[in-house]
């Protein structure tokens, strides 16, 4: 079973924005949530999906979910307090659907640029490796390592160096295990899925996925978005 884990338990508090979480930002009348979930909605391979979405506005997003019918989600929880709590109360709800053998997609709600390509390819890669971390090449000098008075550390090589994004795709017994164990050794903090797993010992293996499969994160994501979406829409109109 392949099934998605969806992340969109964020407040936007850097998007500026008082009314609505980001992922319920809408553009040309459709939340970005829902521009995520159709991808992977529309995915062969995909076999359900759990969404972690803010307890004030699951009431809201199942309306939603049967507004843009939207069939494949199994379940929406609440999250926790941190993103890495919030993907376990998530794992936590997928033990009901999948075996340990089954591949987790842990995906931002907030990247609705995803493509189908990028999650054939997560799945390959999960199949062959055990786990898939979708990348892009970096397009900017990366610096490491800068000092407190403001000198530049090491300048990496850039063409060694990759963007970390989403999904981040997993083993399910494998990746609730290390959740188990973070809890244990009271390790709340890491930043995403990939960060939890190789300080646990696994291995990452990456798939590079497209450039546009940004993180709706600022005012200026959203412009990027919607200038994305609407040049799609452009060219299904003229024909390009």
């Given at each position: 079973?392949?099934?998605?884990?969806?992340?969109?338990?964020?407040?936007g508090?850097?998007?500026?924005?008082?009314?609505?979480?980001?992922?319920?930002?809408?553009?040309?009348?459709?939340?970005?949530?829902?521009?995520?979930?159709?991808?992977?909605e529309?995915?062969?391979?995909?076999?359900?999906?759990?969404?972690?979405?803010?307890?004030?506005?699951?009431?809201?997003?199942?309306?939603?979910?049967?507004?843009?019918?939207?069939?494949?989600?199994?379940?929406?929880?609440?999250?926790?307090?941190?993103?890495q709590?919030?993907?376990?109360?998530?794992?936590?709800?997928?033990?009901?659907?999948?075996?340990?053998?089954?591949?987790?997609?842990?995906?931002?709600?907030?990247?609705?640029?995803?493509?189908?390509?990028?999650?054939?390819?997560?799945?390959l890669?999960?199949?062959?490796?055990?786990?898939?971390?979708?990348?892009?090449?970096?397009?900017?000098?990366?610096?490491?390592?800068?000092?407190?008075?403001?000198?530049?550390?090491?300048?990496?090589?850039?063409?060694?160096?990759?963007m970390?994004?989403?999904?981040?795709?997993?083993?399910?017994g494998?990746?609730?295990?290390?959740?188990?164990?973070?809890?244990?050794?009271?390790?709340?903090?890491?930043?995403?899925?990939?960060?939890?797993?190789?300080?646990?010992?696994?291995?990452?293996?990456?798939?590079?996925?497209?450039?546009?499969?940004?993180?709706?994160?600022?005012?200026?994501?959203?412009?990027?978005?919607?200038?994305?979406?609407?040049?799609?829409?452009?060219?299904?109109?003229?024909?390009?």
């Amino acid at each position: 079973m392949n099934i998605a884990l969806i992340f969109a338990g964020g407040t936007g508090q850097r998007m500026n924005t008082k009314t609505k979480p980001k992922q319920f930002l809408e553009l040309h009348g459709k939340p970005v949530i829902i521009y995520t979930l159709e991808i992977f909605e529309n995915h062969p391979d995909i076999d359900g999906i759990v969404v972690v979405c803010l307890a004030s506005w699951i009431e809201q997003f199942n309306i939603l979910l049967k507004k843009f019918s939207i069939k494949k989600v199994l379940s929406t929880v609440a999250g926790g307090d941190t993103g890495q709590a919030s993907i376990y109360e998530g794992l936590k709800e997928m033990y009901k659907f999948v075996k340990r053998d089954s591949i987790v997609l842990v995906h931002d709600g907030v990247r609705p640029l995803i493509d189908l390509e990028t999650i054939s390819k997560n799945i390959l890669s999960v199949q062959k490796h055990g786990n898939a971390i979708t990348v892009s090449k970096s397009v900017e000098t990366v610096t490491a390592d800068c000092q407190p008075d403001g000198r530049l550390g090491v300048i990496m090589d850039r063409s060694r160096c990759y963007m970390a994004k989403a999904p981040q795709s997993f083993k399910y017994g494998e990746l609730f295990d290390a959740h188990e164990q973070a809890i244990k050794d009271n390790l709340c903090s890491f930043i995403d899925s990939a960060t939890l797993m190789q300080h646990y010992g696994h291995d990452l293996f990456m798939v590079e996925g497209n450039d546009c499969n940004i993180k709706i994160t600022t005012p200026t994501d959203f412009y990027i978005f919607r200038a994305v979406i609407d040049a799609r829409e452009n060219e299904q109109i003229i024909g390009v």
